[in-house]
Nanobody, 125 residues
């Protein structure tokens, strides 16, 4: 069993930055692919970014490319999402997720086995 706890959300003005963290329990964290998803009010949850367990492969949805960076520190069992140049449309609850499979599709919710409770990000205009 893996438990995921997100932190780092908050209120920021447009153009600002936030760094989300997701701390994971479990000895096999380093073998999991990790992803970030978000859900805005009234919308479906959507993929934001993902990283393979080696850290060598990263994936982003088009709307955040060049602004967001996903990274991981396997020694700390933590994955990060650095969010720069934030826009009001980035406002959402952000969820961290873990995928036990080696070759799952990192962009699909159904690939992930464990989810955090989410952290609110609000970007004011």
């Amino acid at each position: 069993q893996v438990q995921l706890v997100e932190s780092g959300g908050g209120l920021v003005q447009a153009g600002g930055s936030l760094r989300l963290s997701c701390a994971a329990s479990g000895r096999t964290f380093s073998r999991y692919a990790m992803g970030w998803f978000r859900q805005a009010p009234g919308k479906e949850r959507e993929f934001v970014a993902a990283i393979r367990w080696t850290g060598g492969n990263t994936y982003y949805t088009d709307s955040v490319k060049g602004r967001f960076t996903i990274s991981r520190d396997n020694a700390k069992n933590t994955v990060y999402l650095q969010m720069n140049s934030l826009k009001p449309e980035d406002t959402a609850v952000y969820y961290c997720a873990a995928d036990k499979a080696v070759n799952g599709n990192p962009r699909l919710e159904e690939s992930y086995d464990y989810w955090g409770q989410g952290t609110q990000v609000t970007v004011s205009s």
